[in-house]
């Protein structure tokens, strides 16, 4: 931020700072503190007490919460020293909880969460270096976009674990119906995507459903496929860049909702609410989280056919940015080497094939995705979605410092006032760029 | 005339319980639907197929029956504690004008309107320094600390509202200080108190955002906190599940309710004060 | 507001309480302080010791970053905030917000309290009904009215269809229903509060006040506007400022019901702020713009409360 001082300390202002001071200040040396009460009592510091690790966990499916429970039950057993201790948290309010622990110095040791809201908290100094502790083994197994996006400062700040990408989901039925022929390239254009969507949209039925109540994220994570990068730079130095590579999957969407071929009504929906139109096949093609896989499995009515289609791929490739959900140590942790060793542990192929198994997720190491793909040669549908994890790619918004407030403030409603038809695709640029400039005003 | 009246009236209260009471319905419905029907276009009240297991995955997953002892014991003591605190000071504020009320009401209005996440990270530390946070004793305090001015409030319209002559009057008969407090206001105020408690029991019993910032061991968890993790990253939600538990959730809530609105009725008051 | 002309009236009222001596006005004091002093003390640690912090901060340049570094800025932060577009829109959304959801709920929640009040059947039942919205978490709440709101698989929209008035309305998608729509939820949400608080100030109104009045000959609305509104007067004050105050704060429900989409029609202040305090985690900035709406809105209640106090006054 900009923000130009003229601190001039008269003696009023000392006498403000004073108490502000020392209230802050209490939140600095609280950092070291909030790690000596953990919550086992372990009160006398004997030296042959074992380590305890609080590990604030995220996973949410049932599935994922055994998967998790059951990696940190084998390190605990090899490693009677370093004991884990799962905190399990909500996705919801996560940020909320997290910034306070920091500020207040009472952040857990291991914290799980995702690169582009984790990144914030690296750059303001909360998450310790991990560099020296990760093993080139590791660093080489992780794909470089997937590091790329972990990578602060070149510090490594976190240890990816689970990726989604963007996959097109079909209903075979209603693709055969309209003599379509199911692609099984490696991958497919988005001209295909709409030779198909064209060619299935008749009577009552459109082509495509795309569930983009928050436009910004699938935005940004298409849009390398264009060769819209959005951001040159990182910190607070970047600067946004809006050209014809950033807004021509916004003009795509517009012109496949102008010929129909797109439901109108799926824009302004969820993902996981347009799947239901998918279900009763008003929809032929959706676009999804990759996740939505292991939903649609259980949610699909019987006898639903369906079909993950290749990756798709535009005129600059079929690159997707990576937005991992990551494991970070504290930096004010007591033992970020234990933690670190952890972390190494809770990555090794067979630990991430297992959660990333359970959470219908992409691994984020190769080796992990080999395991899984050998373990799930049986079913079709993985293999394009573990396909799509070949083309992860570091993503420039992610290291941007303004980046949530514009996200929240200027892009999601210019990109649906644009998706309304209430705008063209001149005004959409205008808009994001003026946004961008007011907020670094 | 006196025959139109009745019937009208009892449209217009259908009208409402119809208003507030659907989405609870649907709710309800949404509860014993099976995930395949919830993910579908289908619209209905009823369920094709009732499904029960929503409600023993709620109760089996997520803690929610230690979450809702938790919450209880906190609505009840803070609600407790905000009524026998803010009476009296709600009393002062009501009868004795000049500085301290302006003041009293200044602050109460500022408390109210100052964003909540500009004041939680020194709250946060100053109950670290006194080992508070991750207690359901300092949660209480807390819950407590932010109804106290909307109970002031509240109680002080309800003391404006007595008449002073009748307090006046009690004094005037003889009767000390106290026992017009005890005598006239006090019953009078009934209805004003109990409306106050229910407040405070449901701002404490639905509050997230000090529960989740202070709160860091599950078994101290709240219900707002547990229910919320039904709601996934990616803007995944286990609807059945969620539903079901904000039923089984509000089954307190509701006890609590029918407890308390007798006491919202001041039929038999009135004929105290005549008296 | 109407009520902003309201002070422009002069009444040349005595002051309400007679003089008394001395003695007398310090024990009353006394008496006063000790009535307030447990509420104080609570208060003073928890809540006013945070809140100085909180507005001392709106005068620094504080960050939310680890060993922050910061100097005290004076009035650059509201200099900076006079000058932002997207703030004063939101600002300016949420006075809708809030007015309109506050009057909603004032005449629902005085409608239904009416009818509770009167000696209708089931009175129990119906009152227990009418609190449930009550003991519903304010995230359930969103939850469930975004699935009766959903254009394609929403029990409104197939209602509306069924008696052949359009079904494919997006109610919180469409730039003009989105705002209309929040505010249902909203006095959906605030009703059973305001109903309560209502109908416990009509129990308190002396049965021989309406009993006078019918012996006078006067009808229901007469009695209402006689008897009824002048004895509630107080409560209804209280409650709409409090109202006003609560819905003016409230973000998380309809963040979770639209975001603040479509297109922004419904960003609400407190979601602005809270972007650039823990988004942006420009706290001091942040803190500066916490301090316009504190400043703000107090004026307003501070307008509207001395208008109702004179009018009180002259009532009685």
């Not at chain 1, 542990?345 to 990333?356: C, D």
């Not at chain 2, 509240?154 to 026992?179: C, F, H, K, N, T």
Request: net charge negative; proline share 6%.
């Amino acid at each position: 931020m900009q923000v130009h001082r003229h601190p001039r300390p008269t003696r009023r202002t000392a006498a403000v700072a004073g108490p502000l001071a020392a209230l802050l200040l209490l939140t600095a040396c609280g950092g070291g503190g909030g790690d000596e009460e953990p919550a086992a009592g372990d009160g006398a510091g004997d030296a042959a007490e074992p380590v305890t690790l609080e590990f604030q966990s995220l996973s949410d499916q049932p599935a994922a919460i055994e998967a998790t429970q059951a990696v940190v039950d084998s390190w605990n057993a090899e490693n009677p020293d370093v004991q884990v201790e799962i905190v399990p948290a909500g996705w919801d309010g996560i940020y909320d909880k997290l910034i306070t622990q920091f500020n207040g110095g009472a952040a857990p040791d291991v914290i799980h969460y995702e690169a582009a809201s984790i990144v914030p908290f690296a750059r303001d100094g909360y998450l310790a270096d991990l560099s020296e502790y990760m093993s080139d083994e590791r660093r080489a197994d992780i794909p470089e976009g997937v590091l790329e996006s972990v990578t602060v400062d070149d510090q490594v700040i976190a240890y990816p674990t689970e990726l989604q990408s963007y996959m097109v989901f079909a209903n075979r039925g209603l693709l055969e119906a309209a003599g379509v022929e199911v692609p099984s390239g490696e991958t497919m254009t988005w001209d295909e995507l709409r030779e198909i969507a064209t060619a299935t949209t008749a009577g009552g039925v459109a082509g495509l459903g795309w569930g983009l109540k928050s436009p910004t994220a699938a935005f940004m994570t298409l849009g390398p496929q264009f060769g819209g990068e959005y951001f040159d730079g990182s910190g607070a130095d970047a600067e946004l860049v809006v050209d014809e590579g950033e807004t021509a999957l916004p003009e795509l969407v517009a012109e496949m909702t102008a010929d129909g071929t797109l439901a109108p009504v799926t824009l302004s929906q969820t993902g996981s609410e347009v799947l239901a139109s998918f279900y009763a096949g008003q929809v032929a093609m959706t676009i999804q989280g990759s996740f939505q896989a292991a939903n649609i499995a259980t949610d699909a009515p019987e006898g639903f056919d369906w079909v993950v289609l290749p990756p798709l791929e535009g005129p600059e490739g079929a690159e997707q940015a990576a937005n991992p959900q990551t494991l970070s140590v504290n930096i004010d942790s007591e033992h970020p080497e234990e933690a670190a060793q952890f972390l190494e542990f809770f990555t090794e192929p067979e630990n991430l094939a297992s959660l990333n198994r359970a959470d219908a997720l992409i691994p984020a190491t190769t080796s992990a995705q080999e395991a899984l793909a050998t373990e799930l040669a049986e079913e079709p549908n993985w293999a394009p979605i573990l396909a799509s994890g070949q083309y992860f790619t570091g993503a420039p918004y992610l290291f941007v410092d303004a980046y949530a407030q514009w996200k929240d403030t200027v892009a999601t409603p210019a990109f649906q006032r644009f998706l309304a038809g209430e705008t063209d695709a001149a005004a959409l640029g205008e808009e994001l760029q003026a946004g961008w400039d007011e907020i670094n005003a | 005339m006196r025959t139109l009246v009745r019937p009208a009236q009892y449209t217009a209260l259908a009208l409402y319980i119809v208003f507030l009471g659907f989405p609870l319905l649907w709710l309800l419905s949404a509860s014993v639907k099976s995930s395949e029907e919830l993910n579908s276009l289908t619209v209905s009240l009823l369920p094709t197929e009732w499904r029960w297991d929503n409600y023993s995955q709620a109760l089996e997953r997520q803690g929610l029956v230690r979450s809702s002892a938790n919450s209880l014991v906190v609505a009840l003591v803070s609600t407790a504690l905000v009524v026998v605190i803010a009476l009296p000071g709600a009393y002062a504020l009501a009868r004795f004008r000049g500085a301290m009320r302006a003041l009293g009401t200044g602050w109460i209005l500022v408390s109210q309107v100052f964003p909540v996440i500009l004041v939680i990270l020194p709250l946060f530390l100053i109950l670290r320094t006194v080992e508070l946070t991750d207690s359901l004793v300092g949660l209480t305090l807390v819950h407590t600390t932010y109804t106290l001015p909307f109970a002031l409030w509240m109680l002080q319209g309800y003391v404006s509202a007595i008449p002073r002559d009748l307090e006046e009057a009690g004094s005037m008969d003889g009767a000390g200080r106290a026992s017009v407090l005890r005598q006239i206001v006090f019953p009078l105020l009934m209805p004003g108190i109990v409306a106050t408690a229910m407040f405070s029991f449901v701002s404490s019993w639905n509050e997230f955002f000090f529960a989740l910032v202070l709160l860091q061991s599950p078994e101290n968890y709240t219900l707002p906190i547990t229910l919320k993790m039904f709601i996934g990253g990616e803007g995944k939600v286990a609807l059945g599940p969620l539903a079901a538990g904000s039923i089984l959730a509000a089954v307190p809530s509701i006890v609590f309710f029918s407890i308390m609105q007798k006491r919202l009725t001041g039929g038999l008051l009135s004929g105290a004060v005549k008296g | 507001m109407s009520t902003a002309t309201a002070p422009a009236r002069t009444s040349a009222r005595p002051p309400g309480p007679p003089r008394r001596s001395g003695a007398a006005t310090r024990a009353r004091r006394r008496e006063a302080a000790a009535l307030v002093l447990p509420s104080l003390l609570p208060v003073l640690v928890l809540s006013v010791a945070p809140l100085v912090v909180g507005i001392a901060l709106a005068f620094t340049d504080a960050r939310l970053v680890r060993r922050p570094e910061y100097s005290v800025v004076g009035l650059e932060n509201f200099e900076r905030l006079l000058g932002n577009g997207f703030f004063w829109e939101s600002f300016r959304i949420g006075m809708v917000w809030a007015v309109s959801v506050t009057l909603l709920q004032l005449v629902a929640g005085m409608g239904l309290a009416l009818l509770l009040a009167a000696d209708l059947r089931l009175q129990g039942l119906t009152r227990v009904l009418a609190l449930i919205p009550w003991a519903m978490p304010p995230v359930v709440v969103a939850i469930m009215w975004r699935m009766i709101y959903s254009p394609n698989a929403g029990p409104l929209n197939a209602a509306l269809g069924s008696v052949g008035l359009p079904d494919d309305v997006n109610w919180l998608a469409d730039f003009s229903t989105a705002l209309p729509a929040v505010v249902v939820v909203g006095v959906w949400v605030g009703m059973p509060q305001t109903t309560v608080t209502l109908l416990a100030g009509l129990q308190q109104i002396p049965g021989e006040l309406h009993e006078a009045a019918s012996m006078d000959g006067a009808g229901a609305w007469r009695r209402f506007t006689a008897v009824t509104l002048p004895s509630l007067r107080p409560i209804v004050t209280s409650i709409t400022s409090l109202n006003f105050i609560w819905n003016f704060n409230s973000f998380s429900l309809v963040y979770v019901l639209t975001e603040g989409g479509p297109g922004g029609k419904t960003m609400l202040p407190m979601l602005f702020t809270y972007l650039e305090a823990f988004k942006n985690r420009n706290i001091g900035y942040a803190a500066a713009m916490g301090v316009v709406l504190v400043v703000v809105v107090v004026a307003l209640l501070t307008v509207y409360l001395w208008s109702q106090l004179r009018e009180e006054k002259g009532a009685r």
